[in-house]
């Protein structure tokens, strides 16, 4: 929690007029995700993730925004040949650092962290936990994103993602 006031601080305090990227942007994405096999005997279907972001841009190279994040995959039992369906919602505050920002190709390390629920299928539990997100990627002519990523849950929860976006708004200013 402090992490996120310290954001929510420090995001007035370091902005400041820009003057080639514009300032707001929001992204559509969609991509299939892997969760981690960790109990012995078990296999792990590809999902599918689904999420919108919406981002700020500073002169600085970095942008900050909100993720809501909608996920999931399956793991199979072999030795009973169950089956069991962990779906994810996640919203968290996210970070970016761009190395080329207002560039055609912009590479981007970022990181993530928020709350996540996670609804396990066989019982109708629901589990909470904190994520961890930290991810990877590139944005291609303003409006193409590619990412890369690691969400990191408690337990056996956690899983690698990879995401295609669509971004509306953001890239270069119109110069007068």
């Known amino acids: 929690m402090k992490i996120i006031i310290m954001f929510l601080v420090l995001i007035p305090v370091i902005a400041f007029s820009q003057e080639t990227v514009t300032p707001f942007e929001f992204e559509v994405a969609i991509g299939p995700n892997w969760g981690i096999q960790k109990q012995k005997g078990e296999d792990v279907r ?3 993730n689904v999420f ?3 981002r700020y841009n500073y002169k600085v190279c970095f942008d900050f ?7 999931a995959y399956e793991r199979l039992n072999n030795n009973d040949n169950s089956e069991t369906i962990y779906r994810n919602v996640i919203i968290q505050p996210v970070a970016d650092y761009n190395f080329r920002q207002g560039k055609k190709v912009n590479p981007f390390v ?3 962290i928020g709350l996540a629920a996670i609804d396990i299928d066989n019982d109708r539990v629901v589990e909470k936990s904190y ?4 991810r990877i990627g590139a944005e291609f002519f303003h409006h193409a ?3 890369f990523e690691y969400r990191l849950l408690r337990t056996d929860y956690s899983f690698w993602g990879c995401s295609i976006g669509i971004v509306f708004g953001g ?3 119109k110069q007068n």
């Open 46 to 48: 590809t999902g599918l």
């Open 52 to 54: 919108m972001e919406m």
């Open 65 to 71: 925004g909100m993720q809501f994040f909608v996920g």
């Open 110 to 112: 970022g990181l993530g």
């Open 131 to 134: 994520c961890v997100n930290p």
């Open 145 to 147: 994103r590619v990412t």
């Open 171 to 173: 890239g270069n200013k």
